[in-house]
């Protein structure tokens, strides 16, 4: 189970019951307690509810929305999942890929072709852990100092990242416009820039309401990317309006019903 699946799952039980003990939630889906307090503290960042000592509670005033949070969040699910699954069909035998911590790539690992030998150089603990066990795919672990996501993005990090070539690195980014590929931590954005230049291909993966929105670090040029993929609730102007300043290709993922 990865974690937007186990989120969900938080999610409903919160629901139900009220509360939730991030001990009892490590029993329930066999994980340590460091990842479901990752998974508390990504949630409350999305205004999904109040961490407490030892767990969470629903928040006090929830936002206004025209849909139950349930469904919120799997639809968000489902058109990540199309963007990971139209991004794994671009690897090929015998490439050399880098998958960062986001999201995204964690929903990668669903549809990598493990049928394929391949390599895969990471900053993800959870990347790397979901790929111990795949005989057939070569993994390298980034060193660093590792933030709360189990991820390193720091100095030494983007230093060890100039050890490889990867042949198609997998960009997760916030936004994306004329102006270029950005982020909101700048630490984020300095680690990306390095991986994008040490990175024979780029393929740039953003959910719709990142197309057309500048965030406050910038990591790069729109020549950068060698291919946009993105879902198809995007903006037919904003995508025009990319094509226009630049020779972008880009690809929309299409939804599946029953997807995440």
């Known amino acids: 189970m990865f974690s937007l699946e186990r989120r969900n799952q938080i999610l409903e039980l919160l629901r139900r019951d009220g509360r939730v003990l991030a001990k009892d939630l490590a029993e329930i889906f066999g994980v340590s307690i460091d990842s479901i ?71 990668m690992l669903s549809y990598l072709p493990f049928r394929l ?34 991820t390193m993005t720091d100095t030494l990090a983007a230093e060890w990242i100039r050890q490889f070539s990867p042949d198609l690195n997998f960009a997760a980014v916030e936004g994306v416009s004329v102006n270029g590929l950005s982020m909101s931590a700048p630490e984020d954005a300095v680690f990306e820039r390095a991986v994008i230049e040490q990175s024979r291909r780029t393929i740039c ?25 993105t879902d198809e609730q995007v903006s037919r102007e904003e995508i025009s309006r990319l094509q226009t300043r630049s020779s972008i290709q880009i690809r929309l993922a299409e939804e599946r019903s029953g997807t995440g």
Do not use: W
């Open 117 to 150: 030998p391949f390599t895969v150089v990471t900053n993800s603990l959870q990347i790397a852990e979901g790929l111990r066990e795949m005989n057939r795919t070569g993994t390298y672990l980034l060193g660093g100092r590792m933030n709360t996501s189990g």
């Open 205 to 229: 993966m953003v959910e719709h309401p990142g197309i057309g929105k500048d965030c406050f670090a910038r990591i790069a040029s729109l020549h950068r990317v060698d291919l946009l993929i």
């Open 37 to 107: 307090r990752r998974d508390l503290t990504a949630m409350e960042e999305e205004r999904l509810l109040k961490r407490t000592h030892g767990g969470a509670i629903p928040l006090s005033q929830m936002r206004t929305i025209s849909q139950p949070l349930q469904r919120v969040y799997q639809d968000e699910s489902s058109r990540q999942h199309a963007i990971a699954r139209l991004a794994a069909s671009c690897i090929q035998e015998g490439q050399t890929i880098f998958l960062g911590g986001s999201s995204l790539h964690q929903l």
